[in-house]
């Protein structure tokens, strides 16, 4: 093992128009990978930060998504602000935002502009439903994505009423493609200089994650039979798998799955039910698959009269897919993520210790980079607009008096 | 509008060993980005192919995430075969794999191993808990990562039982993540020669997603406050936002969301109520979210007397961020991902016209890649291990009647 650092994108430089956590989580992940992430907020800072006004709880995202980059702010509606916008890109490998689409053109400063100053450039715009297509104008956020996607539709139980996914797996789907993209175009730009147009859609970026559910859908479309139902509570998607589903313990729930032949004979050992193996009912998958509300309820009488603690153990030791389906206290306090270096708990001044987030990108042959606590807002103005860019002491003090910076 | 393709990655080639949906989705995103991968199968085939033995409709995954590779089958087991693979890994820039932690190494043919004969190959694993840490041995599938990782604990209504989310978002917020962390080690690879060993574990990808939940309950932590509820229906993670709910309508549902006071002002208008404006109860963000039930109870029945079309009709244009809950045959019918390229319908050999995916990370500078259907186990053996690696047909004859491929 290296002592070595992971800085496999050190010498990139990132400007960053992100807000939220769309662009924000993507630069989140360059900066962790050595990038030079440059973040340019309204002088009043962008909404995650401002959120911290609302409540402690509601900013706390601000800082988990904003480590490790340089804070700066620029009034993007004076022809100042924009022009140093423009030198920054003229310097930059790399520019995301995440606006509305069409925001930064009529500002003057999208992706044909700019790269017209600096051809290998990459422009890398997030948006809800794309730089193009019937949807481009319609406002987004994770529960939009989520309702536009299906994925509402396809959580909850089947006779209850849709419910969207707790976590915002839009914005984060989005996020990451975002960053994939970006990273895509690097290494292309690498190898031959040239600059690229990115448009990533969370709404893209949800789908393919609809797999489970889609495939039955086509599969009973080509073959002219009835559509599969919208959702399934915690079975799965296509209701193709027996034992498959979250049951109830004593003291919480444990999420139990049996693929294999091997995983049922596990659980029948664990159940101490061996003449399970051999009733016809249960003796094959698909046997199993049929007769799925009984196997769910003879896995529930099991499970629902043990501590959940004791289950997991049991199914573990027999080699059963199995989890507990843990509260969030719990994970947050889980020491795997400390072991992984996932989860570093920093003191951030002025807040208190916070379990910030590392890259889930994790290069096992180096040591992770150390984190650097959210900046406060236009903390790096002097160092990015004075030493990078070069304008004198005397000229940002103008700019300051204007509320061109802050 | 060039008419160049997209390309990206091309030279770029890697070796698969991805199974079910993880590995598979980020190889897909490497094929779609014109790196060639090629896929190596058991002889009887991954376990996401085989699935079509059940049905068409569970085997469909098979054919949306397996474009644009090259399909091979080798036997691991026997010796002839790891010697292929490590013949293979030595001209490959990248080898991925998502089997349970140990497996490889086990088998002789690990990071390690095979990185001491291709120092600069970048060997990608993906997994549910990580190559090290207290969970390496746990099975993982997407459920039981959901329970694990607290996506399940967020997720439901307060009063009912927890539910899962219904897209698989450990999967794919693994892939997705798993492809960021290679082609990162790629942009390192170009720069450097240096290769990589990337171990992403679809826990750690899951866990950012639950910002908007996480977050207050880091806050409580720190305050002294009670923690906020687990999960909130489909109310915002932090209940921070008011209105912010999927609402009914008369033949359906649908998200409408208020972040900006402009927001209300235009939803008070669209319902005809603008006396809602300068009531105390309703007239600022603070007290909307104090008085969530009412405002959820006023939206509640304007919504559920009209049809769906219509509310989100008057709400698009009011500017409110809203959106329709579709369903999933609402969702693979929507002309929208045909117009940006996302969904291609391609006529599939032996199965029919299939709704199959491209990529979200879309360069919209340059044409997309035509899409080649899933090729058929083992079509691709006689190129690859002939013409590539350069065995002669007899030798391969040997191989084949000893099962060391098919």
């Known amino acids: 093992m290296s002592a070595e650092v992971s800085r496999p994108l050190e010498g990139v430089t990132v400007v960053d128009l992100g807000q939220i956590y769309n662009a924000p989580y993507a630069t989140l992940l360059l900066a962790l990978a050595g990038a030079e992430v440059i973040k340019v907020e309204p002088l009043d800072g962008e909404l995650s930060r401002t959120r ?4 402690l709880g509601s900013g706390m995202a601000f800082y988990m998504l904003n480590s490790n980059k340089r804070c700066v702010t620029l009034n993007l509606k004076d022809e100042r602000g924009k022009e ?8 930059a490998d790399v520019l995301v ?4 689409p069409g925001v930064m053109d009529r500002l003057g400063i999208g992706a044909e502009a700019l790269r017209a100053r600096n051809p290998r450039l990459i422009y890398a715009a997030g948006s809800g439903y794309g730089q193009t297509g019937r949807y481009k104008d319609l406002p987004a956020m994770d529960l939009a994505v989520q309702a536009m996607s299906g994925a509402i ?5 089947p006779d209850e009423g849709p419910v969207k996914a707790g976590p915002a797996l839009s914005d984060f789907l989005g996020g990451i493609h975002l960053y994939g993209a970006i990273v895509t175009a690097l290494f292309q730009q690498a190898r031959s200089g040239r600059g690229a147009v990115l448009d990533v859609a969370m709404l893209d970026s949800v789908y ?4 489970s559910n889609a495939g039955p859908f086509v599969g009973a479309a080509i073959e002219g039979g009835p559509p599969p139902p919208e959702r399934t509570g915690n079975r799965q998607g296509g209701l193709a798998e027996s034992p498959y589903n979250v049951y109830p313990t004593k003291d919480g729930h444990i999420a139990v799955i049996c693929v294999t ?3 049922w004979v596990g659980l029948t050992e664990a159940m101490g039910r061996p003449e399970l193996l051999t009733d016809p009912v249960y003796s094959t998958k698909p046997a199993r698959i049929r007769a799925m509300d009984a196997v769910d309820e003879l896995v529930s009488a099991w499970t629902s009269v043990q501590p959940t ?8 030791r027999a080699g059963v897919v199995c989890a507990p389906a843990r509260s969030l206290g719990e994970v947050i306090a889980d020491p ?8 570093v708990d920093v003191d951030v001044p002025g807040v208190g210790p916070v379990p910030l987030i590392h890259t889930p990108l994790y290069f096992s042959d180096r040591d992770r980079l150390p984190l650097d606590p959210a900046h406060e807002l236009g903390q790096d103005n002097d160092a990015v607009f004075g030493d990078l860019l070069g304008h004198p002491a005397e000229v940002l003090g103008t700019y300051r008096a204007a509320g061109v910076i802050s």
Chains 1, 2 share one sequence.
């Open 84 to 91: 140093l916008l423009r030198e920054l890109a003229d310097r």
């Open 97 to 100: 935002e995440n606006f509305r």
């Open 309 to 316: 603690d004791e289950v997991f153990d049991l199914l573990r």
């Open 52 to 55: 911290r006004r609302i409540s």
């Open 153 to 157: 539709a396809s959580t909850g139980h």
């Open 208 to 211: 393919p994650s609809l797999m």
């Open 261 to 263: 032949d091997q995983h």
């Open 336 to 343: 795997y993520f400390r072991e992984r270096g996932m989860i």
